[in-house]
């Protein structure tokens, strides 16, 4: 899978300071866009339709919180190329159970966000380089 951009959806910043450097030490070259919610994430995502998309999104965020992204943006699946991974603090069983059935939803991560577990991202879904 080609990825131009990563996203990180999240409205702590101290929680996006810390998880931008630890996705930057495994996906070097790599441009990283960090969003406050949901919403202006998505207004980004129209507004650059052509470029692939790997997000990591928390739940629990104002305006937009990340179940109201996933739904907001699984009407337009097929004109975009994404890979959402949910990250969160969240243990609720509810929330794992949620994740695993939407169609969106690669995988549910639980915050810290490590280096093994990018490293296996990058193998289990061949990401390529960005360009």
């Known amino acids: 899978m080609k990825i131009?951009?990563?996203l990180l959806i999240d409205d702590d910043s101290v929680t996006n300071f810390v998880q931008k450097k630890v996705i930057e030490?495994?996906?070097e070259n790599f441009s990283i866009e960090v969003f406050q919610n949901g919403l202006t994430a998505i207004d980004y995502?129209?507004?650059n339709p052509?470029?692939?998309y790997l997000i990591f999104l928390d739940i629990n965020m104002p305006v937009m919180n990340g179940w109201e992204f996933l739904e907001a943006i699984t009407n337009d699946k097929y004109f975009y190329n994404l890979k959402v991974f949910i990250l969160t603090s969240s243990l609720d069983l509810s929330?794992?159970?949620m994740a695993e059935k939407h169609q969106l939803g690669s995988?549910?991560?639980v915050k810290p966000l490590k280096r093994e577990v990018l490293k296996e991202i990058k193998l289990n879904y061949g990401v390529?380089?960005?360009i």
């Open 95 to 97: 929330d794992m159970r």
């Open 4 to 6: 131009h951009e990563i």
């Open 25 to 27: 030490s495994e996906f």
């Open 107 to 109: 995988s549910f991560l």
């Open 128 to 130: 390529k380089n960005a």
């Open 50 to 52: 052509k470029k692939s």
């Open 45 to 47: 995502i129209h507004k």
